[in-house]
DNA sequence: AATGGTCGCAACCGCGAGGGG
DNA sequence: ACCCCTCGCGGTTGCGACCAT
C-alpha cells in the first residue's frame, strides 16, 4: 500500500547538482515560474524528481537568499523562535525571510545547540548569555502569553508585508536596506564561504543577473520582490519589515531592566 | 607531508496536510 | 466521504573541507 517514493523510479539522479542542471533549472522557473514541480523533471529534461527540484530551488537557487555567517541578530531571533515555537524550522525561517528552513535548522544543529549545551555545563562565558536568554524566553513570559505575543506579531507582519509590498511605497534601494546583505545573487564573492561550489554559484549568479534584468516587472520592484510575488513563500523579499518588526519586539523584551538580553556591547547597540 | 578525526552543509527520505476529482 | 496526488516540513545522512596530530 501507499505510493513509491517518487526517487525511486530508475534514472533519477541523485546526489549534488551540477551547475548545467541549476542553469537549467533557473531557466525553466524563469518561463514558468515556481510550482508545479511535478512536471518540472519532465519538461525540463532533468533527471532529478521533483522534490529534488523544488528543494534545490527554494534552499539554494531561490533569489533572496542570504548565504554565509548568521549575524548575532539572527542568531538571538533563531534562539527566541526556537524556544517559541520548537523545531518548526519553517515557521522560524518566516521570521527571517533570508534564510531558508534547511539553513537554519543546519545552523541550529551544529552551533547554536552545541552553545547551548556548553553553556549548560556553565564553563562558558558567552554561552552563559545564550542559556540566560533561553531562560528568560521561557520562564520570565508565561508561554502562552509569549504565543498571544507572537500571533499579534504575525498579524501585523503581514499587515506590514501587504504595505510594504505595494509597489508605491518601494523604496528604490528596498532590496539593499541591510547594507551587509550579501545577496547570493551578487558577483562578488563573499569570503569564507563554502568553495566547493562557489564558483558554479557565480555562474548562476551571472545568468540570474542577466534574467532579472529583464522587465518582467522591473520598474519599481526590486528583482526579489517581482519573482517572489507568485512564490511559495511571499514573505521573501519583504524582510525589512517582519525582521524590524520581530527586532522591536526582541527590543521590547531586553529593556526589562531585570534582564539583560545580550550582555555583550555588541549586543547591546543591535538591542 | 600524510593520515585520521571532526565539522558543516547540501541533499535525501519519510510522513502528514491540503486540495481536487 | 473517500481516494489520490502534490507539496511542504522536519529529521537524518553522506560527503567534502578543514583541522589536529
Not at 528552513?101 to 552545541?114: A, G, Q, R
Not at 506579531?153 to 550579501?182: C, G, R, V, W, Y
Request: charged share 25%.
Amino acid at each position: 500500500m501507499g505510493r513509491p517514493p517518487c526517487c525511486d523510479k530508475e534514472g533519477v539522479k541523485k546526489g549534488p547538482w551540477t551547475p548545467e542542471e541549476d542553469i537549467i533549472l533557473v531557466t525553466y522557473i524563469q518561463e514558468h515560474g515556481p510550482g508545479n514541480w511535478r512536471a518540472v523533471p519532465t519538461k525540463t529534461g532533468l533527471s532529478r524528481c521533483s522534490k529534488s527540484c523544488r528543494l534545490r530551488w527554494t534552499n539554494y537557487l531561490r533569489p533572496g537568499i542570504k548565504r554565509g555567517n548568521f549575524t548575532e541578530q539572527e542568531e538571538k531571533m533563531i534562539i527566541h523562535l526556537q524556544d517559541l515555537l520548537g523545531n518548526r524550522w519553517a515557521a522560524i525561517a518566516s521570521y527571517l525571510p533570508q534564510r531558508t528552513d534547511n539553513d537554519i535548522k543546519n545552523y541550529w544543529n551544529t552551533h547554536l545547540k552545541k552553545k547551548l549545551k556548553k553553556s549548560q555545563t556553565g564553563n562558558n562565558a558567552e554561552c552563559i548569555n545564550f542559556e540566560e536568554e533561553k531562560f528568560s524566553a521561557s520562564q520570565r513570559i508565561p508561554r502562552g502569553q509569549w504565543e498571544r505575543r507572537l500571533q499579534t506579531d504575525i498579524q501585523m507582519a503581514k499587515k506590514a508585508l501587504n504595505e510594504a509590498l505595494s509597489p508605491q511605497k518601494l523604496s528604490p534601494n528596498f532590496s539593499t536596506s541591510n547594507p551587509t546583505n550579501s545577496n547570493s545573487f551578487s558577483s562578488t564573492k563573499e569570503p569564507g564561504q563554502s568553495f566547493c561550489y562557489a564558483s558554479s554559484a557565480d555562474n548562476i549568479a551571472r545568468l540570474l543577473k542577466g534574467w532579472m534584468k529583464n522587465p518582467i516587472k522591473s520598474s519599481s520592484l526590486s528583482p526579489d520582490a517581482t519573482i517572489l510575488q507568485d512564490e511559495s513563500k511571499p514573505d521573501v523579499g519583504s524582510e525589512t519589515m517582519p525582521f524590524s518588526l520581530l527586532e522591536k519586539w526582541l527590543l521590547d523584551e531586553a529593556s526589562c531592566p531585570e534582564k539583560v538580553l545580550g550582555c555583550g556591547g555588541d549586543h547591546a547597540q543591535v538591542f
